[in-house]
């Protein structure tokens, strides 16, 4: 690298990626590594570059070579953990977070991605338990409550899945995936109108939410079917048919 240190290399390239420029990372951390390849970091960026573009594979083998270079590196194991939850490798992944945690327990992001693997594997009280201890560590972590919601909807716990994917939302309101999520315990516990609302919210906010489409069109076919329990507003006959052709036609 004639004109920059490795070190100002490196401080370049990170700047690229946290800037989503991955392409001009990318580039600069091949170079670094033609030059210092058993430069660690590069190694573990260039994985995790990988891993964003769901190349799993090279991901897992560029973080394991950073993980030989840097075994006490937390982040290493941690992404490491994400690759191959993504892979399906559920046990190895949730040893590589539990490596992580060994090396920092405080870190509300790693005990969120051990809920997730664990959660995966069916493993539903232990993923509660993981994402309640990501919660204690930071309160405000969104995407754990959503995520505690889905599991504790898994065992049946729907009032308490339908509080916290309503905290998921107090936080941040323009959150779609907690919306459908919503929508879903809503509708197991038969408040079909409710139902139907979060499920417009989310498609209001991503258009192009399919699965969040289905789940409207069923809810709005369940609501021409009779109501479950006993939800607080009723749709008319015939708001229910536009809405459901309204459904049709979108997805």
Do not use: C
Not at 84 to 95: N, P, S, V, Y
Not at 107 to 128: M, P, W
Not at 169 to 174: C, E, F
Not at 216 to 243: K, M, T, V, Y
């Amino acid at each position: 690298m004639p004109t920059l240190t490795i070190q100002q290399a490196f401080d370049l390239a990170v700047q690229h990626h946290q800037a989503g420029r991955l392409g001009e990372a990318e580039g600069l951390y091949r170079q670094i590594l033609a030059v210092a390849p058993r430069h660690a970091e590069t190694l573990h960026l260039l994985g995790v570059i990988a891993l964003q573009m769901d190349r799993h594979d090279v991901a897992v083998e560029l973080i394991r070579q950073a993980i030989a270079l840097l075994p006490t590196a937390r982040d290493f194991h941690s992404n490491l953990g994400l690759a191959l939850t993504k892979r399906g490798e559920l046990d190895e992944a949730i040893a590589a977070f539990h490596r992580a945690l060994e090396l920092h327990p405080d870190s509300a992001a790693v005990h969120n991605n051990l809920g997730n693997a664990l959660k995966d594997q069916g493993r539903f009280d232990e993923a509660i338990a993981a994402y309640r201890h990501a919660l204690q560590l930071r309160p405000d972590a969104v995407e754990a409550h959503n995520n505690l919601g889905a599991a504790l909807a898994h065992r049946g716990h729907l009032d308490e899945a339908v509080a916290e994917y309503r905290r998921a939302l107090q936080l941040k309101p323009d959150y779609a995936d907690a919306y459908n999520n919503l929508g879903n315990a809503l509708k197991d516990q038969g408040w079909l109108d409710e139902a139907v609302t979060a499920f417009r919210r989310a498609l209001a906010l991503r258009p192009d939410y399919a699965t969040a489409h289905i789940n409207l069109i069923n809810a709005l076919q369940e609501q021409g079917g009779g109501h479950h329990g006993q939800p607080r507003h009723h749709l008319s006959r015939d708001a229910r048919q536009q809405h459901l052709l309204d459904a049709r036609r979108r997805y």
